[in-house]
């Protein structure tokens, strides 16, 4: 599966921004999702992540309550709505396909990765 995000962009602190990531191939309703993003001088970290069927999503704790994940497989799409954004949430954002109907929160467990989009937050 090829995935392409987007809807990254500056915004200022306390708006929201709705990422989305559209996927080829006719096996996307078979893969579980997640984001990622990735700050400047540090490594990429788990952000979402949801389950084949939209039915299990999993946060990291700083942005649990803020940000939801979704999915819409007849459009083979998945979302990142971002809200309450803060300069911490500054990053590149990725998304990626796991070859299980089981979403990680590790990042060498996704097969796929969209090439990324960047979300800046100003304060």
């Known amino acids: 599966v090829q995935l392409q995000a987007s809807g990254g962009g500056l915004v200022q602190a306390g708006g929201s921004l709705r990422l989305s990531c559209a996927a080829s191939g006719r096996t996307f309703s078979s893969y579980a999702l997640g984001w990622f993003r990735q700050a400047p001088g540090k490594e990429r970290e788990f952000v979402a992540a949801i389950s084949w069927s939209g039915g299990s999503t999993y946060y990291a704790d700083s942005v649990k309550g803020r940000f939801t994940i979704s999915r819409d497989n007849a459009k083979n799409t998945v979302y990142l709505q971002m809200n309450s954004l803060n300069p911490e949430d500054t990053a590149v954002y990725y998304c990626?396909?796991?070859?299980?109907?089981?979403?990680?929160?590790?990042?060498?467990?996704?097969?796929?990765w969209g090439q990324g989009t960047l979300v800046t937050v100003s304060s």
């Open positions: 990626a396909a796991r070859g299980s109907r089981w979403p990680s929160r590790e990042p060498r467990e996704y097969d796929n």
